[in-house]
Structures are given as C-alpha cells and as structure tokens.
C-alpha cells in the first residue's frame, strides 16, 4: 500500500493550559504526522493565538487547531486573557483550575462526531 492509500490515524492532543505543557505537545504532533496521523490540537484560543505562528504550512493540512472555551462569563475574576497560565497571578491558578473543570461540557461537544 503507498503512502496515499495509508490508513490516517487521528488524535485529539489536550495538553495543560501551560506553554511547558504545549510546547512538546506541539512538538510531539507535529512528530505524529510524519507517521500518518491527522492531529486536532486543542486548547484555549489565547494558546492557540500564541502557537499558530509555530506552525508552518508544511502542518497546515494535518494539525488542526481546536478551541475550548472557558466559561467566563461565571468566573468574571478570569477573563479570557488569563486562561492560560502565561502571566496568570498565582492567586488566579485554582480560578484557571475552576474553569478548567467547568469547561467539561465544552470539551464533551468536542469530542462528539
């Protein structure tokens, strides 16, 4: 079988909302696609504003970026900006880790066909 009949895997990357989290996830993805897999990265869109110019074309047709949104609109203390922890005040990391949690059901329509 060529290469163009190979089966593509697919995976769904949800690395911690931490650039030493992202980082070798990215890394990592952009590693799979050389084996075939079609990857669908998800994070916040403040990290995916922050990696998508880390990807090239090359990765353009095999990493998709996906956003999760964080419910904000309950946690006004977190607003969008800070739902990374790239400059996130300490005292806002359990807040980070709330709306984290809160965002299950975002995450569950992601996942779904």
């Not at 995976?11 to 992202?22: D, E, R, S």
């Not at 709330?98 to 569950?108: I, K």
Request: aromatic share 12%; proline share 11%; glycine share 2%.
């Amino acid at each position: 079988m060529d290469s163009s009949q190979q089966r593509k895997f697919s995976v769904l990357m949800f690395p911690w909302l931490a650039h030493g989290h992202i980082s070798p996830y990215l890394e990592l993805a952009k590693k799979l696609t050389n084996r075939n897999f079609h990857i669908y990265f998800c994070s916040t869109p403040v990290n995916l504003r922050s990696i998508k110019p880390k990807l090239s074309e090359k990765y353009s047709r095999c990493i998709e970026l996906v956003q999760l949104h964080l419910p904000y609109e309950d946690l006004p203390e977190l607003p969008p900006h800070y739902h990374t922890t790239n400059g996130l005040p300490p005292y806002l990391m359990s807040t980070l880790k709330t709306a984290f949690d809160m965002a299950s059901p975002n995450f569950s329509d992601i996942l779904k066909p």
